[in-house]
């Protein structure tokens, strides 16, 4: 029995291009920050690259499993020049804050149609949002904390693995 809806179909469809538009985003920063040898920056963006491709992979899995139809469309290409540190951790934290209004906008459309399945499989990314913002508003915390100084704070960037 096909579990998903046309709509939720389409719109998960177009929320695979954003995750992994979100994974080529980071990669962008990343690459930015390797370049400016900012080793430690362009490692967590680098793994925040491949976060991305996991996200997109649990809609792919999900459409899959409910006997919908995955397509894939189009990936914008991203900038692989900034200004600065801040300006690719602003980038960041307007990027996660865009995408948490895109989840629950396919959470209402799920809501609005009884869609149980997706409203149940949409938590996770609902929860997954909350980290990713406090993740990225964590980015500037830092970068304050160490008065914006590039080589101190790349110092003292890490992550945990996930
Ligand atoms: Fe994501
Ligand atoms: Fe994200």
């Known amino acids: 029995m ?3 809806s046309k709509e939720i179909n389409e719109i998960m469809n177009a929320q695979i291009m954003k995750e992994l538009g979100s994974a080529y985003i ?3 920063i990343s690459t930015w920050a390797e370049e400016k040898s900012l080793h430690n920056m362009a490692k967590w963006f680098n793994a925040q690259a491949k976060e991305e491709y996991t996200h997109a992979e649990r809609f792919v899995n999900y459409i899959i499993e409910t006997g919908g139809h995955v397509e894939y469309q189009t990936i914008d290409g991203v900038k692989t020049d900034f200004e600065s540190v801040e300006d690719c951790i602003k980038a960041t934290i307007e990027h996660e ?3 948490t209004g895109e989840i629950k906008k396919i959470l209402e459309k799920a ?3 009884k869609e ?3 409203i149940e499989m ?4 609902i929860k997954e949002q909350i980290e990713e913002e406090a993740q990225s508003n964590e980015l500037m915390t830092t970068y304050i904390l160490f008065r914006k100084n590039d080589a ?3 110092q003292h960037l890490h992550r945990d693995e996930e």
């Open 111 to 113: 809501m609005e149609l």
């Open 116 to 118: 149980y399945e997706a």
């Open 26 to 28: 980071y990669l962008g």
């Open 152 to 154: 101190l704070w790349d």
């Open 122 to 125: 949409l938590q996770w990314f």
């Open 2 to 4: 096909v579990l998903i």
């Open 97 to 99: 804050e865009y995408i």
